[in-house]
C-alpha cells in the first residue's frame, strides 16, 4: 500500500514563502500525474496544482503566478514551492495523484490512501 508523507507546512507571514515536499512509499510517481491539494474546515479538499509523469503543470486560478508545483521521480517525490502567500492559503495541504480540473485538463488518476497532511497558517 502506498504512504504519502507530506513536510514542511508552517506558520509564516502574508507575503511569505513556503516549500512543501512530499514523499511516497510506492512507486506511483513513474505512471501518475501528481497533485497538491488543500483543504479548509467546512469545505471539501480539492486540487490546486497538478504535475504530469512529462512535468507538464497546471494550477488552480487561485495560486497561479505564485505557487509553483514539481516532481523527482527518482526520489518518488513532488514539491510545492509557494510564494507570496496569503491569509486565504492558510490550509492543510496534502498530495496525492491527481484528481480534478485544473485549466480545463481533466486529471483523471485514481487517489491513494491521503497522508496526514501538512498545516500551513499564514498570519501576521
Known amino acids: 500500500q502506498v504512504q504519502l508523507v507530506e513536510s514542511g507546512g508552517g506558520l509564516v507571514q502574508p507575503g511569505g514563502s513556503l516549500r512543501l515536499s512530499c514523499a511516497a512509499s510506492g512507486n506511483i510517481f513513474s505512471v501518475n500525474a501528481m497533485g497538491w491539494y488543500r483543504q479548509t474546515p467546512g469545505k471539501e479538499r480539492a486540487l490546486v496544482a497538478a504535475?504530469?509523469?512529462?512535468?507538464?503543470?497546471g494550477y488552480a486560478d487561485s495560486v497561479k503566478g505564485r505557487f509553483t508545483i514539481s516532481r523527482d521521480n527518482n526520489k518518488n517525490a513532488v514539491y510545492l514551492q509557494m510564494h507570496r502567500l496569503e491569509p486565504e492559503d492558510t490550509a492543510i495541504y496534502y498530495c496525492?495523484?491527481?484528481?480534478?480540473?485544473?485549466?480545463?485538463?481533466?486529471?483523471?488518476?485514481?487517489?491513494?490512501?491521503w497522508g496526514q497532511g501538512t498545516q500551513v497558517t499564514v498570519s501576521s
Open positions: 504535475v504530469t509523469v512529462g512535468a507538464t503543470t
Open positions: 496525492n495523484t491527481a484528481r480534478g480540473t485544473l485549466g480545463g485538463i481533466y486529471y483523471g488518476s485514481a487517489l491513494e490512501t
